[in-house]
């Protein structure tokens, strides 16, 4: 039988400081570190902050006068998708683990996510996909996905799940299309949003949900949970990070105007499944990430990783580039040239062609803005 999860849970957490300890959590998952069960954490912001998603420009999605006379907190996320306000209202939820080789993202979310769709159906709620990254209701959003991996092999994964909304305060902080509408626009959101207050008919917030979700995690993933809280370690890592990262003008500042085209394959190996994770800028590898269920993942795929940074995907640059990483052969691990060749080609096509390892979207995460088709 797996070990119990850790089970963490606090509320009130600053922006910048609710997202930092997320991210100091899976220091403990890296490449090589000893291993561990995940982490669940259950968590509430203070009242309010606005969090927009890895990709988005900032002033374009935020209000950020209107948050300075609110006294909104501003901040983004490592998560893509779009911008989202937290509070009490909303439970933040984060599963912190070491990222398997055997599970594609969507998958994971879909394991992962399965734990809020079972909490939630203690309450009487049918919740089920829509798209690639929220819940529903009866076609109304409940409930935001995200997927992030670090460099290290680390995966989070984020949701927010909306106990309540205050609309119009929402709609004075986030730019989102309906803000334009004047006195239709609540009414525009209320059509495509809904809460567990709103579904249930009484008064929930964010920790009055944490129980069941707690109990749907245990029930959906089949796990044990072990209440617990971040050791010395973790919480010094966070303050470090909500200083040097999150409270920089730099990291809020900072956008992408085009999302790195991201994809994954599978790679077996005698040693076991390995994984591997594809960032692409047109049709140059920006990075390539390694990771599996094994202890320590063989040297010639960690040289590859730097090896393959800013080099084209095409088979004529990888061959030799692959060649070189095995020293000519399947090398020590038994891992053969023309395969792992094969394994990035193949995960460039899905790249290419907008398969998405972590899930993306324009606009705010409560009233989308929608591709016109081309």
Known sequence: ??????????????????????????????????PRPPTL???????????VGRYQHLDAEVDREACRSLGVQVNRRPTGGGAIIMGRAQLGVAVVTRAPAAERPRELLERFSGGIIAGLARLGLTVGFRGKNDLEVDGRKIAGLGLYLDGSGALLFHASVLADLDIRRML?????????????????????????????????????????????????????????VPDEIERRHARHLAASKYGTDGWLAQRSPQPDATATAVLKTPAGLVRLYLSMQG??????LFTGDLNDLPAPLVRLEAALTWKRLEESTLAPLVEAALEGGP???GIEPDVLVAALLEAGSRATGRDLAAPNRLGSCYFPEVATPR
């Open 1 to 34: 039988m797996s070990l119990p999860w850790r089970l963490l849970a606090d509320d009130g957490a600053g922006a910048g400081e609710g997202l930092a300890l997320d991210e100091a959590l899976m220091a403990g998952y890296a490449r090589g570190a000893p």
């Open 41 to 51: 954490r259950l968590y509430t912001y203070a009242d309010h902050a606005a969090l």
């Open 172 to 228: 004075a902080v986030l730019k989102v299309p309906a803000a334009k509408l004047g006195d239709k626009a609540v009414g525009l959101v209320a059509e495509r949003v809904t809460t567990v207050t709103r579904e249930t008919r009484h008064d929930v917030d964010g920790p009055g949900l944490r129980r069941v979700i707690t109990d749907g995690f245990a029930e959906a993933v089949g796990i044990e949970l072990t209440p617990d």
């Open 283 to 288: 049709d140059t590898i920006k990075s390539v």
């Open 331 to 333: 090398g020590a691990d």
